[in-house]
Each structure stands twice: as C-alpha cells, then as structure tokens.
C-alpha cells in the first residue's frame, strides 16, 4: 500500500488555476500508475487524469474528455509527488479530487479499480 496525501484545493474564480499536489509514501514510486479523480455532489466518481510508466524514462498521460486542453498532470520522481495542473477552470470542476496509485501495469488507468491506494481527497471549488 502507499500512503497519499493532496494539497493544493481551494476556491477559485471560473477562468482561473490550480495546482493540486499529491505526495507518496511506503513503495518505488517511480514505476507506479499515478491517477486523478473527482467526485462532485451526487455523482459517481469519475476519472480526470493518469500518469504511467511505460519503461526507461518514459511516462505516458492520459486524460478524460471533459479536462484535455485544460489540465496537465506530471509527476516528480524525486520528491514522490504528483500534481495536477488545472488551468481554465469551470464551475462543473467543483468537486473532491482524489489521488490514486496503482500497479505500474495496469491496462485500464481509467478505472478507478485499478488503484489499490487513495487520497483523503482535497476540495476544489470553482465560482461563476
């Protein structure tokens, strides 16, 4: 199992930024599958973004529909972190976005049963 902890949540104005961070503990996390999710109010939870390994230096990220263009996830090898660059945010981003860490061959980085560790969650609230 790896612990995670967010950072980085808040409130902001439609149009503007946030940076989410999600730091990592207890596995090699160099080769783990790193994802994000959001949960609005009422809803399902729902994939936002992934980062993989794919062999040597090489990470490859992929991202839903609903945030292409808009936000970039990355990842930090060194300091074990994460992060998720939301830029030009609407209201339908409001949400609580959860950090996943999974095996580094998962097949389906979508689907949030491909994570075995999560995030407490952090709150992102976007105003019109």
């Known amino acids: 199992q790896v612990q995670l902890v967010e950072s980085g949540g808040g409130l902001v104005q439609a149009g503007g930024s946030l940076r989410l961070s999600c730091a990592a503990s207890?596995?090699?996390?160099?080769?783990?599958?790193m994802g994000w999710f959001r949960q609005a109010p009422g809803k399902e939870r729902e994939f936002v973004a992934s980062?993989?390994?794919?062999?040597?230096?090489?990470?490859?990220?992929n991202y839903a529909d609903s945030v292409k263009g808009r936000f970039t996830i990355s990842r930090d090898n060194a300091k074990n972190t994460v992060y998720l660059q939301m830029n030009s945010l609407k209201s339908e981003d409001t949400a609580i976005y959860y950090c996943?860490?999974?095996?580094?061959?998962?097949?389906?980085?979508?689907?949030?049963?491909?994570?075995?560790?999560w995030g407490q969650g952090t709150q992102v609230t976007v105003s019109s």
């Open positions: 996943a860490a999974g095996d580094y061959g998962s097949l389906s980085p979508s689907r949030p049963n491909q994570y075995d560790s």
């Open positions: 980062i993989q390994w794919t062999g040597g230096i090489s990470y490859y990220a």
């Open positions: 207890g596995r090699t996390f160099s080769r783990l599958t």
